[in-house]
C-alpha cells in the first residue's frame, strides 16, 4: 500500500523523506504523466508520496545576496513550491525565463506546475532548462543533514536522470545576477500554443559600445533543448564569439564557421517528436538567426 504524506513545514517534509524511498509531489503535472493509467483512473505510484506544494516556506521569489567560494553577488532565488504562473508574471525573473516558462503547455497547467518539478523531471525537452543553463542556475538539495548546491549542468545527468538522493529534495534555485539584455528564445512546436517542444534555443548577450570604436560582444551564450541527452551549452564554442566586434557577426564567412562547430556537437535523436535531421538542421537554423539578429543590434 502507497502511504500519502502532506507535511506543513520543510522541517517535517526532511523528517519524513530520511524515513525511506518516496516521490516528491509538487506540482505533479509531470507525474501524473508517468504514472497514469489511463483515462478515469487513479495513477499508480510504487513508493510512498511526499506532498510539499502547501509547505510556505518554498513559496518565494526574492533577489538577495550569494555567496560561493569566489565572491558574494546579487542572485535571485526561487523556492521549489512557487508555480510556473508566478514565475512567468514575476518583474524579478530574468526575461528569458520567463518567455520560456509562458510557451509550457497551457495556462491551466501552468498553475499547477512548478520549475522544480520541470527540473527534476530531467527530460531533454523540458522548456525551462536552455534558458536555466544560458543563466549559470543552481540548484540546492536540502536534507536532514543539512544543504549541497551545485550547477543544474552537473544536477542533470542524463534523461530522468538526476543527482539527487534519496532523503533529498530540491528545496530552491538560485540564478546569478547578470547583465545580459540581448535575449533569444526559440521554441519550436507542432503549433504555436500548448504544444510539446520538438527542440528549443535560448541566448543570451551583452554588447559593450565605444564612443569612438566598433562595438564588442563582451559576453554571449546559447543553450539548446532536445537535440541531446541533456542541454547542450558549450563555453568553449561561446568563445569563439565572445571579444569579437559586432561587425564580425555579419560576415556570412564567420557565422558559418560557428554553425560548423556546433554542427559537431548537436546530436539529436528521432522520435515521435520529430526527426534527428529536421531538430539538428532548425537548432542550426535558429543560432544563425541569433547571430545574425545580434549583428544589427
Not at 180 to 193: I, N, Q
Not at 257 to 284: F, H, K, M
Request: charged share 25%; hydrophobic share 40%.
Amino acid at each position: 500500500m502507497v502511504n500519502i504524506y502532506r507535511p506543513e513545514t520543510l522541517a517535517q517534509a526532511l523528517d519524513t523523506l530520511s524515513t525511506g524511498k518516496m516521490t516528491v509531489f509538487s506540482g505533479g503535472t509531470d507525474l501524473m504523466v508517468q504514472h497514469g493509467v489511463r483515462a478515469g483512473m487513479s495513477p499508480r505510484f510504487e513508493d510512498d508520496v511526499l506532498f510539499v506544494d502547501t509547505i510556505d516556506e518554498l513559496q518565494y521569489i526574492l533577489t538577495t545576496d550569494h555567496e560561493d567560494e569566489n565572491n558574494q553577488e546579487q542572485a535571485l532565488y526561487i523556492g521549489s513550491g512557487v508555480v510556473l504562473a508566478d514565475i512567468e508574471r514575476n518583474p524579478l525573473v530574468p526575461s528569458i525565463l520567463r518567455q520560456s516558462v509562458a510557451k509550457i503547455a497551457a495556462p491551466a497547467l501552468r498553475n499547477r506546475a512548478t520549475l522544480a518539478g520541470n527540473i527534476c523531471n530531467a527530460s531533454p525537452a523540458a522548456d525551462s532548462l536552455p534558458a536555466l543553463y544560458a543563466l549559470d542556475a543552481h540548484v540546492v538539495l536540502s536534507s536532514i543533514h543539512g544543504q549541497r548546491e551545485m550547477p543544474l549542468k552537473d544536477f542533470i545527468l542524463a534523461p530522468r536522470v538526476t543527482a539527487l538522493r534519496e532523503d533529498e529534495m530540491l528545496t530552491h534555485i538560485i540564478i546569478p545576477h547578470h547583465d545580459l539584455p540581448e535575449v533569444f528564445y526559440h521554441k519550436v512546436g507542432t503549433r504555436a500554443a500548448n504544444a510539446l517542444s520538438k527542440l528549443s534555443v535560448a541566448g543570451l548577450a551583452r554588447i559593450k559600445r565605444f564612443p569612438k570604436k566598433a562595438p564588442v560582444i563582451e559576453d554571449w551564450r546559447v543553450a539548446f533543448g532536445a537535440v541531446g541527452p541533456t542541454v547542450v551549452r558549450s563555453r568553449e564554442l561561446e568563445s569563439l564569439v565572445i571579444g569579437r566586434s559586432v561587425e564580425t557577426l555579419a560576415k556570412p564567412k564567420f557565422i558559418a564557421q560557428v554553425v560548423d562547430c556546433y554542427r559537431e556537437i548537436i546530436r539529436p535523436i528521432d522520435d515521435q517528436r520529430s526527426t534527428a535531421t529536421y531538430r539538428q538542421q532548425a537548432s542550426l537554423n535558429l543560432l544563425t538567426r541569433w547571430l545574425e539578429g545580434l549583428s544589427r543590434s
